[in-house]
T-cell receptor, first 112, second 110 residues
Framework: EAGVAQSPRYKIIEKRQSVAFWCNPI?????LYWYQQILGQGPKLLIQ????????DSQLPKDRFSAERLKGVDSTLKIQPAKLEDSAVYLC??????????FGPGTRLTVL | KQEVTQIPAALSVPEGENLVLNCSFT??????LQWFRQDPGKGLTSLLL?????REQTSGRLNASLDKSSGRSTLYIAASQPGDSATYLC?????????FGTGTRLTIIP
């Protein structure tokens, strides 16, 4: 079975610019997560979707971050405008019926 | 709020040695605990998942233990190899959410 796909793999932008990341979860997985991993730290949950509804976005900086999962499959995470401290790896994960989450390769964002 | 700690932050050992990585968590009301491996610039690879009712899980040279009452887990790597060099992250699973530790960066010296 295909894994979680993410694109792009790398992105370099200047501060105050906008950026979007895309995630395609494992087929049939209803739950999708976005994590932010700053260098030297563990991943931190940004948002959790169940199908196309938001379950938890308590740690999403909503003044600049937004995410959607319109048809309950693919998801996009957007940052507008980006700040220097947004430089991180953004990981997408999906989960089926069990407890295990499966992670994509991540998108490494550098904000200059 | 669940907090997960991993000590040490970095570890270097000669090839062939056995080693133990430690993970501790503050809230014992967890469902499962999972160990991941992360190579530089890459995503997370799941190594072992321990159900809350289990005390350990084994895969090849890896053995993970879980003691919920003391809030601790260990990852034992036998006969280490240079290819084991990576960052190892533990994560506790509670209420459908993963809470990660900060990881241990492991270097195996040939």
């Amino acid at each position: 079975e295909a894994g979680v796909a993410q694109s792009p793999r790398y992105k370099i932008i200047e501060k105050r610019q906008s950026v979007a990341f895309w995630c395609n979860p494992i087929s049939g997985h209803a739950t999708l997560y976005w994590y932010q991993q700053i260098l030297g730290q563990g991943p931190k949950l940004l948002i959790q979707f169940q199908n196309n509804g938001v379950v938890d976005d308590s740690q999403l900086p909503k003044d600049r971050f937004s995410a959607e999962r319109l048809k309950g499959v693919d998801s996009t995470l957007k940052i507008q405008p980006a700040k220097l401290e947004d430089s991180a790896v953004y990981l997408c994960a999906s989960r089926g019926g069990g407890n295990e989450q499966f992670f994509g390769p991540g998108t490494r964002l550098t904000v200059l | 709020k669940q907090e997960v700690t991993q000590i040490p932050a970095a570890l270097s050992v000669p090839e062939g040695e056995n080693l133990v990585l430690n993970c501790s968590f503050t809230d014992s009301a967890i469902y499962n605990l999972q160990w991941f491996r992360q190579d530089p610039g890459k995503g997370l690879t799941s190594l072992l998942l321990i159900q809350s009712s289990q005390r350990e899980q084994t895969s090849g040279r890896l053995n993970a233990s879980l003691d919920k009452s003391s809030g601790r887990s260990t990852l034992y790597i036998a006969a280490s190899q240079p290819g084991d060099s990576a960052t190892y992250l533990c994560a506790v699973i509670g209420n459908e959410k993963l809470t990660f530790g900060t990881g241990t960066r492991l270097t195996i010296i040939p």
